[in-house]
């Protein structure tokens, strides 16, 4: 069985959760990171969502590429299904990105789109309506602002920028409470 690529642009980046052979940075044409799904699961509930990152039409985004060894890809998928499909507000879809100081030419890999005739699908919001949601949510992976602020810390060590992330993340830094002396 052939080797699988997952291509990771939010928290897949920073904490994927499964077995892989390498991580490489990576690009994808054709759609970009976009804080624009309500999540009812992992960062909010269907009655006071929070957002996550979904992978949008247009533009380009970086992130990481990982190579999981073919005896893995099937349990790997199987997780990815488990963790990503919780609500299938994301399009299982295959994709070529290309790897940095890799082979010339791309490599597919396994990556989630989101499916914008979702429910959960939230397009584009004000930075206002964006921090109300983000900082009123928390789901079964934690409290929302932890996964944005996470995603802009992995994303800067990476040296990738992501200009509405950064704004958001300084706006949630700003009204986090002082740790208590």
Known sequence: MQD???FGYGSLMWRPGFEFEE?????LNGAHRSLCIYSWVHRGTETRPGLVLGLDRGGACRGMAFRVAGRN??????????????TMVYLE??????????PAEPVT??????????PQ????????RQLELVRGGVGQSGANPDYVLNTVDHLSELGIRDRGLEELGRHLRQSVPAAAG
């Open 4 to 6: 699988l690529w997952v």
């Open 23 to 27: 991580a490489v940075p990576a690009l």
């Open 73 to 86: 890809r099937d349990s790997v998928v199987a997780y990815l299904r488990e963790r990503e499909q919780a």
């Open 93 to 102: 879809a295959h994709r070529r990105v290309r790897l940095a100081g890799g």
């Open 109 to 118: 890999a396994l990556t989630y789109l989101v499916d914008r005739a979702h």
């Open 121 to 128: 699908y939230a397009g584009v919001l004000s930075l206002e």
